[in-house]
C-alpha cells in the first residue's frame, strides 16, 4: 500500500474502533438502574453512569478529530463500524454489547491503557490510586496473557503507530495535506459547548482536577498543517490512557483512570446490588435466520417496535454526522444556516438515542408467562444500517433522510395505535407523549426537508 492509503486504512480502524467502544459504554451506562437500593446505593450508581457517559461524550469528541484528519489528508470520512476487514489486528477486544460487569470493566481498562500498561498500573498503585496490586492482577487474569506479552493492541498502539506515520516526511509529504478543508470539519464551536473543564481561578496555570465522573471536556480539533494533526492525536491518546504516566494531581483524569476507579468501586460493591438490568448480550431485532451468532432475539412484538424505532433513530444520527463534512461552514456558527440546522438535529437525535434506551430496558425481552420473575428486559441494539454511504447529490441526501421520518413516523403510529399485538403492555403517559412529540417533530422536519430540496432542484439552486 502506499503510504497515504496505509494512514487512511489506520485512521478508518481508528474511527471504527472509537464510534465501537463508544456503542459499548453507552450501552453499558444504559444497563444500570438507579431507582433500585438505599439512596445512598442510587446515588452511587447515578455517579457510574455519569462517570461512564462522560468517556462515551469524550469517544464522540474522539470520533470527530479523527473524521478531521481524514479531511485533511484527502480520505473519505468514516462513521462505520467493527466492518473494516483489516480492524481485527488493532481491535483491543471483540464488539460485544454487554451489561456492566467487573469483566467488562476490566476491558475497558485494557483497551485504554498505553502500551507500557502495567507500568502505569503500578504507578496508580503507588500513588494509592487503586487499592492493591490484587486490581493488576484482576485486569491481567480477565483479558489474559496476551496482554502482559504485548501480543494484543491497545487504542494507545493504534495512534502511536498512526503518529508514527504522519509524522515521516518521507512517508506522507506536505502534498498530501488538504488545508482547504478546514471549513468543512467538525469544530469545538459546533460540539464542544458546555463540554469543557471548569475555568481556572484566577493566577493559576491550570484548572483545578475534576473528579472521575465529572464533566466530560469533549476535544474537537480542526487542523489544516502536519503540526496540527500530531497535536490533536496526542491531545486525544493522552485523554484516553494518560500516556505520560506523571499523573499530577491538576490533570484531567484520563479514560484509563476513571475505569480503573469504576473497577475498584463496582467490584467491592455494584455487582451485590443487583443494580443493573437484565439486559441481554448483542441484542438483535433480526429475524431467526438473519441474526449474526452470539446475539440474542428481541421478540417480544412491541420491544422489537421500540427496538426498530432506535435503529431508525441511530441510522439518522449517522447520516446527519456524514453530512456535516459536507456543509461548509460559511457563516458564523451561531447564525441561521443549513449546517446550523443539521447539527441541532443531530443533538435531537442524540436525545432520542438517550430517550429510547431508558424506555427499552424497561420493556420485556420475549413474550413470557406472568408468573416469571425478573425477567430479562429489551436494550438498544445499535444496528448499524445496511449502509452509511450518502448520495452524490446533496438533494437525494434530503430525500434520504425523508424515507427515515417517514419509516420513525409509521412505527410511532404502530405503538400508539397498539400494534405490539394483544399482550402488548399499555404504554405509560410518558412513554404515549414522547411519541407524540417525536411525531410532531419529524412531520416538521420533512416539511422543512422537502422545502430545501425544492430549493436544490432550482437552477443553480441553493438549500432554502
Given at each position: 500500500?502506499?503510504?497515504?492509503?496505509?494512514?487512511?486504512?489506520?485512521?478508518?480502524?481508528?474511527?471504527?474502533?472509537?464510534?465501537?467502544?463508544?456503542?459499548?459504554?453507552?450501552?453499558?451506562?444504559?444497563?444500570?438502574?438507579?431507582?433500585?437500593?438505599?439512596?445512598?446505593?442510587?446515588?452511587?450508581?447515578?455517579?457510574?453512569?455519569?462517570?461512564?457517559?462522560?468517556?462515551?461524550?469524550?469517544?464522540?469528541?474522539?470520533?470527530?478529530?479523527?473524521?478531521?484528519?481524514?479531511?485533511?489528508?484527502?480520505?473519505?470520512?468514516?462513521?462505520?463500524?467493527?466492518?473494516?476487514?483489516?480492524?481485527?489486528?488493532y481491535?483491543?477486544?471483540?464488539?460485544?454489547?454487554?451489561?456492566?460487569?467487573?469483566?467488562?470493566?476490566?476491558?475497558y481498562?485494557?483497551?485504554?491503557?498505553?502500551?507500557?500498561?502495567?507500568v502505569?498500573?503500578?504507578?496508580?498503585?503507588?500513588?494509592?490510586?487503586?487499592?492493591?496490586?490484587?486490581?493488576?492482577?484482576?485486569?491481567?487474569?480477565?483479558?489474559?496473557?496476551?496482554?502482559?506479552?504485548?501480543?494484543?493492541?491497545?487504542?494507545?498502539?493504534?495512534?502511536?503507530?498512526?503518529?508514527?506515520?504522519?509524522?515521516?516526511?518521507?512517508?506522507?509529504?506536505?502534498?498530501d495535506?488538504?488545508?482547504?478543508?478546514?471549513?468543512?470539519?467538525?469544530?469545538?464551536?459546533?460540539?464542544?459547548?458546555?463540554?469543557?473543564?471548569?475555568?481556572?481561578?484566577?493566577?493559576?496555570?491550570?484548572?483545578?482536577?475534576?473528579?472521575?465522573?465529572?464533566?466530560?471536556?469533549?476535544?474537537?480539533?480542526?487542523?489544516?498543517?502536519?503540526?496540527?494533526?500530531?497535536?490533536?492525536?496526542?491531545?486525544?491518546?493522552?485523554?484516553?490512557?494518560?500516556?505520560?504516566?506523571?499523573?499530577?494531581?491538576?490533570?484531567?483524569?484520563?479514560?484509563?483512570?476513571?475505569?480503573?476507579?469504576?473497577?475498584?468501586?463496582?467490584?467491592?460493591?455494584?455487582?451485590?446490588w443487583?443494580?443493573?438490568?437484565?439486559?441481554?448480550?448483542?441484542?438483535?431485532?433480526?429475524?431467526?435466520?438473519?441474526?449474526?451468532?452470539?446475539?440474542?432475539?428481541?421478540?417480544?412484538?412491541?420491544?422489537?417496535?421500540?427496538?426498530?424505532?432506535?435503529?431508525?433513530?441511530?441510522?439518522?444520527?449517522?447520516?446527519?454526522?456524514?453530512?456535516?463534512?459536507?456543509?461548509?461552514?460559511?457563516?458564523?456558527?451561531?447564525?441561521?444556516?443549513?449546517?446550523?440546522?443539521?447539527?441541532?438535529?443531530?443533538?435531537?437525535?442524540?436525545?432520542?438515542?438517550?430517550?429510547?434506551?431508558?424506555?427499552?430496558?424497561?420493556?420485556?425481552?420475549?413474550?413470557?408467562?406472568?408468573?416469571?420473575?425478573?425477567?430479562?428486559?429489551?436494550?438498544?441494539p445499535?444496528?448499524?444500517?445496511?449502509?452509511?454511504?450518502?448520495?452524490?447529490?446533496?438533494?437525494?441526501?434530503?430525500?434520504?433522510?425523508?424515507?427515515i421520518?417517514?419509516?420513525?413516523?409509521?412505527?410511532?403510529?404502530?405503538?400508539l395505535?397498539?400494534?405490539?399485538?394483544?399482550?402488548?403492555?399499555?404504554?405509560?403517559?410518558?412513554?404515549?407523549?414522547?411519541?407524540?412529540?417525536?411525531?410532531?417533530?419529524?412531520?416538521?422536519?420533512?416539511?422543512?426537508?422537502?422545502?430545501?430540496?425544492?430549493?436544490?432542484?432550482?437552477?443553480?439552486?441553493?438549500?432554502a
Amino acid at each position: 500500500m502506499a503510504w497515504r492509503d496505509y494512514l487512511i486504512m489506520l485512521l478508518h480502524v481508528g474511527a471504527e474502533i472509537e464510534h465501537a467502544l463508544m456503542v459499548q459504554y453507552l450501552y453499558a451506562a444504559y444497563s444500570l438502574d438507579d431507582q433500585k437500593g438505599l439512596p445512598a446505593q442510587r446515588r452511587q450508581v447515578a455517579e457510574w453512569r455519569d462517570l461512564i457517559l462522560t468517556v462515551a461524550k469524550e469517544e464522540m469528541g474522539h470520533l470527530l478529530t479523527v473524521q478531521n484528519l481524514l479531511c485533511l489528508v484527502g480520505g473519505p470520512v468514516c462513521f462505520d463500524r467493527s466492518h473494516f476487514p483489516f480492524d481485527t489486528v488493532y481491535l483491543p477486544f471483540p464488539f460485544r454489547l454487554e451489561p456492566l460487569s467487573v469483566t467488562s470493566v476490566a476491558w475497558y481498562v485494557y483497551a485504554e491503557a498505553p502500551q507500557d500498561w502495567q507500568v502505569l498500573l503500578r504507578a496508580h498503585s503507588a500513588q494509592r490510586r487503586v487499592r492493591t496490586t490484587a486490581d493488576i492482577t484482576r485486569v491481567a487474569k480477565i483479558v489474559g496473557s496476551q496482554v502482559v506479552t504485548g501480543h494484543s493492541h491497545t487504542v494507545g498502539q493504534l495512534y502511536d503507530r498512526i503518529i508514527e506515520v504522519i509524522s515521516n516526511p518521507d512517508w506522507i509529504s506536505d502534498a498530501d495535506f488538504r488545508p482547504e478543508t478546514y471549513a468543512q470539519q467538525a469544530s469545538w464551536d459546533d460540539w464542544g459547548r458546555g463540554y469543557a473543564p471548569a475555568p481556572a481561578a484566577p493566577g493559576t496555570v491550570t484548572p483545578p482536577r475534576q473528579g472521575v465522573g465529572e464533566r466530560s471536556n469533549v476535544l474537537i480539533m480542526q487542523m489544516a498543517t502536519r503540526t496540527e494533526a500530531i497535536a490533536a492525536l496526542k491531545e486525544i491518546g493522552g485523554q484516553g490512557e494518560s500516556a505520560h504516566l506523571t499523573l499530577k494531581q491538576e490533570q484531567e483524569p484520563s479514560h484509563f483512570d476513571r475505569f480503573l476507579h469504576l473497577l475498584d468501586q463496582f467490584s467491592r460493591h455494584g455487582h451485590k446490588w443487583g443494580v443493573v438490568h437484565r439486559v441481554p448480550v448483542n441484542p438483535s431485532t433480526m429475524g431467526r435466520n438473519q441474526r449474526p451468532p452470539g446475539s440474542t432475539a428481541i421478540s417480544h412484538p412491541t420491544s422489537l417496535l421500540w427496538a426498530r424505532l432506535f435503529n431508525l433513530r441511530y441510522r439518522a444520527l449517522l447520516n446527519f454526522l456524514g453530512l456535516t463534512f459536507r456543509l461548509a461552514r460559511r457563516v458564523a456558527p451561531d447564525e441561521p444556516n443549513v449546517r446550523g440546522a443539521v447539527m441541532h438535529r443531530i443533538f435531537g437525535e442524540m436525545y432520542n438515542i438517550k430517550a429510547l434506551s431508558g424506555i427499552l430496558v424497561r420493556q420485556p425481552l420475549t413474550k413470557l408467562k406472568k408468573s416469571a420473575t425478573r425477567a430479562a428486559c429489551a436494550a438498544p441494539p445499535f444496528e448499524m444500517p445496511y449502509s452509511l454511504e450518502l448520495p452524490e447529490s446533496e438533494a437525494d441526501c434530503w430525500r434520504l433522510h425523508l424515507d427515515i421520518l417517514q419509516s420513525s413516523m409509521e412505527l410511532c403510529g404502530s405503538l400508539l395505535r397498539g400494534h405490539g399485538g394483544k399482550q402488548a403492555p399499555t404504554l405509560t403517559p410518558r412513554e404515549t407523549s414522547y411519541l407524540r412529540t417525536l411525531e410532531q417533530l419529524d412531520q416538521k422536519s420533512a416539511e422543512w426537508m422537502k422545502q430545501i430540496i425544492v430549493g436544490l432542484n432550482r437552477p443553480g439552486g441553493q438549500p432554502a
